[in-house]
């Protein structure tokens, strides 16, 4: 517990600035929709016709003139990008910030095991992931109670509940780096998360490379898939929650047996 | 008296490198023990297996227990001071040093107050704003608040300022005599002289010697000077007196000075 404290109120700051910009970038747009809606219906129509581009975005599903489809294919890539982004540096950093920062010897000569430094560190980055999209949630309820919406409430549980599984899958695939890395390896966390990214708009276009839906979280937390109806994809989720448990105990034994640098 | 650091043929090495090749040592309970040796001989590898951050072969036992198996029951009885001192930087002194009380599950707080005092620790300041002195000083409170039965202490007087090194001394010699057991590595002999009474030189990852300081400073070097024909003349002589004498002899000088050799000289004998 005091090392959750501890890293808690280390993390806050970022947590915060996180939190807030994409918080309020989501929730901004959603506030802008009224004033968006004359000009959406005809982009709407548009973009609905551009082919494999309108199928890369989930707007061959679901027209960009409605506040559930702007909000499904527009406002939650924001929130999934965001939240994997601030995952993703999170998990990068809480292990091997102590080697680069030479903390290590100060934390590692306490009176824990590696076991402790590696759970706690871990409950961290849950607890961390879980205030960014309760905030982000919270605040998309807000826009959407001052525009006068209704949400559809089943569907947006569903997408974020299985954004929040795709965000602990990202954190922790980048904890496992963290665990293994004497350096902050924060690019490639950055780069990661966007490629993931860039592997589900590559399945969405492409037949040809619909396997990578095995490999990319996106795929199964695609709101536009959600909104629209489509087939569920609760058994990629299971492989996502699969993936997570095998890096975590992955990264623990790793971070068990190595040797730690001053 | 029982051992409460036992090392035993603990080889450590990094791939091809070598960290500490094959070494073995013991210190009693009680002892202010000093651990020589210039840079890169394997000290901080040796006190780093020691404390579980190294993967080792062979076997360490402190204060009776397994450092392998049994960390965390040692590190509770374990106060260490490493020689960088680093901290989180954007904390502050006093959230640190409560930090590490806090992970001890220990109210520390009179002895934090006390070593605060006694080193003129700035406990407001942030960590970044101090100097490395002031970060020794802060490593310090952290490795001696919960008044541990063991202080591993890696070159702890580099960065102190004199009145700190002697402030710092006092504070080791004071725990000492309450029963904890020093182990530091030092480069600093005359300090070394003045409050260690047992020692262990390392050099290139291997044990050269473990004895009391007394009897590492005693030895059969001398040191010589020679005066012939207006020329002073130096030379070291390591060996039976009696084979000095017959080389004076045959010099024949017009005059002569035989010294002992200072501990620094001893020691640089073992470092060259």
């Given at each position: 517990m005091t090392l959750l404290k501890q890293e808690w109120k280390m993390n806050f700051k970022s947590l915060l600035i996180w939190t807030l910009c994409v918080g309020i970038c989501c929730s901004g747009c959603i506030l802008m929709f009224e004033s968006l809606e004359d000009s959406m219906a005809e982009m709407g129509q548009m973009f609905a016709e551009m082919g494999s581009f309108s199928a890369a975005f989930g707007m061959d599903k679901m027209s960009i003139a409605t506040l559930t489809g702007f909000y499904a294919t527009e406002i939650?890539?924001?929130?999934?990008?965001?939240?994997?982004?601030?995952?993703?540096?999170?998990?990068?950093?809480?292990?091997?910030?102590?080697?680069?920062?030479?903390?290590?010897?100060?934390?590692?000569?306490?009176?824990?095991?590696?076991?402790?430094?590696?759970?706690?560190?871990?409950?961290?980055?849950?607890?961390?992931?879980?205030?960014?999209?309760?905030v982000c949630i919270g605040l998309d309820v807000v826009a959407y109670v001052a525009i006068g919406e209704e949400i559809t409430m089943a569907e947006f549980v569903e997408y974020h509940l299985l954004a929040l599984v795709m965000q602990i899958e990202i954190g922790s695939i980048c904890y496992l780096i963290s665990a293994v890395c004497r350096h902050k390896q924060i690019g490639l966390a950055l780069g990661i998360a966007v490629l993931f990214y860039v592997m589900d708009i590559m399945c969405n276009i492409m037949p040809d490379l619909e396997f990578l839906k095995y490999f990319t979280p996106y795929y199964y937390a695609n709101a536009a898939q959600i909104y629209s109806g489509g087939d569920s994809r609760m058994g990629l989720m299971f492989l996502g929650l699969a993936v997570t448990v095998v890096v975590v105990i992955l990264g623990g034994v790793v971070y068990h047996k190595r040797d730690m640098s001053a | 008296m029982a051992h409460i650091i036992e090392i035993n043929n603990v080889t450590k090495t990094y791939g091809k490198h070598r960290g500490v090749d094959d070494i073995s040592f013991a210190v009693e309970e009680g002892d202010i023990f000093a651990f020589l040796g210039p840079n890169g001989a394997g000290k901080?590898?040796?006190?780093?297996?020691?404390?579980?951050?190294?993967?080792?072969?062979?076997?360490?036992?402190?204060?009776?227990?397994?450092?392998?198996?049994?960390?965390?029951?040692?590190?509770?009885?374990?106060?260490?001071?490493?020689?960088?001192?680093?901290?989180?930087?954007?904390?502050?002194?006093?959230?640190?040093?409560?930090?590490?009380?806090?992970?001890?599950?220990?109210?520390?707080?009179?002895?934090?107050v006390r070593l605060c005092e006694t080193l003129q620790v700035d406990t407001g300041k942030k960590i970044q704003e101090l100097s490395l002195g002031n970060r020794k000083k802060v490593s310090i409170v952290c490795a001696m608040q919960h008044q541990p039965k063991l202080l591993i202490l890696d070159e702890p007087t580099s960065g102190l300022d004199p009145l700190m090194q002697d402030s710092f001394f006092?504070?080791?010699?004071?725990?000492?005599?309450?029963?904890?057991?020093?182990?530091?590595?030092?480069?600093?002999?005359?300090?070394?002289?003045?409050?260690?009474?047992?020692?262990?030189?390392?050099?290139?990852?291997?044990?050269?010697?473990?004895?009391?300081?007394?009897?590492?400073?005693?030895?059969?070097?001398?040191?010589?000077?020679?005066?012939?024909?207006?020329?002073?003349?130096?030379?070291?002589?390591?060996?039976?007196?009696?084979?000095?004498?017959?080389?004076?002899?045959?010099?024949?000088?017009?005059?002569?000075?035989?010294?002992e050799p200072s501990l620094e000289e001893i020691f640089m004998q073992y470092y060259d």
């Open positions: 939650s890539i924001i929130f999934l990008l965001g939240g994997a982004m601030f995952a993703a540096m999170t998990g990068a950093v809480l292990l091997s910030k102590e080697e680069e920062g030479h903390t290590m010897e100060f934390l590692h000569t306490m009176p824990v095991s590696r076991s402790y430094i590696y759970l706690w560190k871990y409950v961290t980055l849950l607890l961390l992931i879980m205030v960014f999209n309760v | 901080s590898t040796a006190i780093r297996s020691m404390l579980g951050m190294l993967q080792y072969e062979g076997n360490i036992r402190i204060l009776g227990m397994d450092a392998r198996t049994q960390k965390t029951e040692i590190l509770k009885e374990v106060g260490y001071m490493p020689s960088e001192s680093m901290f989180y930087p954007t904390m502050k002194v006093k959230d640190v040093i409560c930090f590490a009380a806090d992970m001890h599950k220990k109210d520390c707080s009179e002895e934090a006092r504070l080791l010699q004071e725990a000492n005599k309450k029963g904890t057991t020093c182990f530091l590595s030092s480069h600093v002999l005359s300090e070394v002289k003045k409050y260690c009474r047992n020692a262990a030189i390392i050099k290139e990852g291997k044990i050269l010697k473990v004895d009391t300081v007394e009897n590492l400073s005693r030895t059969n070097l001398r040191m010589v000077k020679v005066w012939k024909d207006g020329r002073e003349e130096h030379f070291t002589h390591d060996g039976p007196i009696s084979a000095l004498i017959h080389k004076l002899s045959a010099m024949e000088p017009e005059d002569v000075l035989i010294e």
